[in-house]
């Protein structure tokens, strides 16, 4: 008995073998962002023969800050034949300068007509991404999954989120609190008192509609901005069909725009004698749309045309002066339960306030 416990004893045990884990695969590239930016990216990836390639999207849809702003009167400031790519030229603009939701278009359009939808995750949020030097290989967390790529393209964009001025009180409001970029659409501002904080690119986009539903609006500003009228007409069909037909024709229009903005550019960069050309433009474009002295008062910048972003309207001013409608420039002291209370000590009841204010680019 004893000898037989000692063999068995002695009987060595099979060896286990287990395989390695085998590592995710790790794509040529992940681009972080359904945007312009991310989009045109994988276009010229496919372009270039690479299909090995994941798009990471934190939306629902693609995009990005065309997806998110469709509020009132939301457009482009650049025109339509420069604002697009030039690879993927659209012969059917319908205006000088087009809409969000054309824009939209546009953009879908690019998705379906070179395959990129396969390659998006969409609800696929990047919480971190960090290049791992001994292996090469940049991860990319998105909650408990992660994508591995050989390169990165971080292609989120700045307007994304939005952002909320830092006013005493703003969370005491008991009426309702729409951003430009969260629009509601279900919310009827018919027969509605309407505050709309803020006077950059947005509102002045917004202004215009909002006073043709409110019975009340408000536009209070901080800073006045140097406005250019904005030469939107109608594209005529025989344009578009030029276009069609010698693509080389919107080729030279897109050129001789991007020559005229980059010129534009540059005089606000660096003060040259198309600086105050800039400006007289802007003077005489408020001169000619506001007659009353004071109120253009208000309107005028103090500051070198360029310092701020340059604003493109030609309906903005007009809006300001109608019966229903009122600027205010003295200072917001804090935001009450009703309203808005200014600094000289009057408090403003609405039913709506509306957040023209931008974006939280640090976020980025």
Same mark, same amino acid.
């Given at each position: 008995?004893?000898?037989?416990?000692?063999?068995?004893?002695?009987?060595?045990?099979?060896?286990?073998?287990?395989?390695?884990a085998?590592?995710?695969h790790?794509?040529?590239m992940?681009?972080?962002?359904?945007g312009?930016?991310?989009?045109?990216?994988? *276009?010229?990836?496919?372009?270039a023969? *690479?299909?090995?390639?994941?798009?990471?999207?934190?939306?629902?849809?693609?995009?990005?800050?065309?997806?998110?702003?469709?509020? @009132?009167?939301?457009?482009?400031?650049?025109?339509?034949?420069?604002?697009s790519?030039? +690879?993927?030229?659209?012969?059917?603009?319908?205006r000088?300068?087009?809409?969000?939701?054309?824009?939209?278009?546009?953009i879908?359009? #690019? /998705?379906?007509?070179y395959?990129l939808?396969?390659?998006?995750?969409?609800?696929?949020? /990047?919480?971190?991404?960090?290049?791992d030097e001994?292996g090469?290989?940049?991860?990319?967390?998105?909650?408990?999954?992660?994508?591995?790529?050989?390169?990165?393209?971080?292609?989120?964009?700045?307007?994304?989120d939005?952002?909320?001025?830092?006013? @005493?009180?703003?969370d005491?409001?008991?009426?309702? &609190?729409?951003?430009?970029?969260r $629009?509601?659409h279900?919310?009827d +501002?018919?027969?509605?008192k309407?505050?709309?904080?803020?006077?950059?690119?947005?509102?002045?986009?917004?202004?215009?509609?909002?006073?043709?539903? /409110?019975?009340?609006?408000?536009?209070?500003?901080?800073?006045?901005?140097w406005?250019?009228?904005?030469?939107?007409?109608?594209?005529?069909?025989?344009?578009?069909m030029?276009?069609?037909?010698?693509?080389?024709?919107q080729?030279?229009?897109? &050129?001789?725009?991007?020559?005229?903005?980059?010129?534009?550019?540059?005089?606000v960069? $660096?003060?040259?004698? #198309?600086?105050?050309?800039?400006?007289?433009?802007? #003077?005489?474009h408020?001169?000619?749309?506001?007659?009353?002295? $004071?109120?253009?008062?208000?309107l005028?910048?103090?500051?070198?045309i360029?310092?701020?972003?340059?604003l493109?309207?030609?309906?903005?001013?007009?809006?300001?002066?109608?019966?229903?409608c009122?600027?205010?420039?003295?200072?917001?002291?804090?935001i009450?339960?009703?309203? *808005?209370r200014?600094?000289?000590?009057?408090?403003?009841?609405?039913?709506? *306030? /509306?957040?023209?204010?931008?974006f939280?680019?640090?976020?980025?």
């Amino acid at each position: 008995m004893a000898q037989q416990q000692q063999r068995k004893a002695a009987t060595p045990k099979k060896a286990t073998t287990t395989a390695p884990a085998r590592k995710p695969h790790a794509h040529a590239m992940v681009i972080v962002g359904a945007g312009f930016a991310g989009l045109g990216m994988a *276009i010229k990836l496919k372009q270039a023969g *690479i299909e090995d390639f994941v798009i990471l999207e934190r939306g629902s849809d693609v995009g990005g800050t065309w997806r998110d702003n469709q509020y @009132p009167g939301a457009a482009c400031d650049v025109p339509s034949n420069l604002y697009s790519f030039s +690879f993927a030229p659209n012969p059917n603009w319908s205006r000088s300068y087009s809409g969000s939701r054309e824009i939209l278009e546009y953009i879908h359009h #690019l /998705v379906d007509e070179y395959g990129l939808r396969p390659h998006i995750r969409f609800n696929t949020n /990047v919480d971190a991404l960090h290049f791992d030097e001994d292996g090469g290989i940049w991860h990319a967390h998105c909650g408990k999954t992660c994508f591995r790529g050989r390169a990165a393209l971080l292609a989120s964009g700045p307007l994304a989120d939005p952002e909320y001025p830092r006013i @005493p009180g703003i969370d005491e409001f008991r009426g309702t &609190k729409i951003h430009s970029s969260r $629009w509601d659409h279900n919310y009827d +501002f018919r027969g509605k008192k309407v505050a709309v904080i803020g006077t950059g690119a947005s509102a002045v986009q917004i202004v215009p509609k909002l006073v043709q539903e /409110v019975d009340q609006l408000r536009v209070f500003q901080r800073t006045p901005a140097w406005v250019l009228p904005r030469m939107d007409v109608k594209t005529p069909e025989w344009n578009k069909m030029l276009f069609r037909r010698v693509p080389g024709a919107q080729s030279a229009v897109r &050129k001789a725009l991007y020559g005229l903005h980059e010129s534009m550019a540059l005089g606000v960069i $660096w003060r040259t004698p #198309l600086t105050r050309l800039l400006e007289r433009m802007a #003077l005489a474009h408020l001169r000619r749309q506001v007659s009353d002295t $004071w109120m253009r008062r208000q309107l005028t910048p103090d500051y070198t045309i360029g310092c701020k972003r340059v604003l493109m309207s030609s309906d903005y001013y007009p809006a300001l002066q109608k019966s229903n409608c009122k600027l205010i420039t003295y200072p917001i002291d804090r935001i009450s339960e009703q309203g *808005i209370r200014t600094g000289e000590g009057i408090e403003h009841r609405f039913d709506c *306030i /509306v957040f023209a204010t931008g974006f939280h680019v640090n976020n980025q």
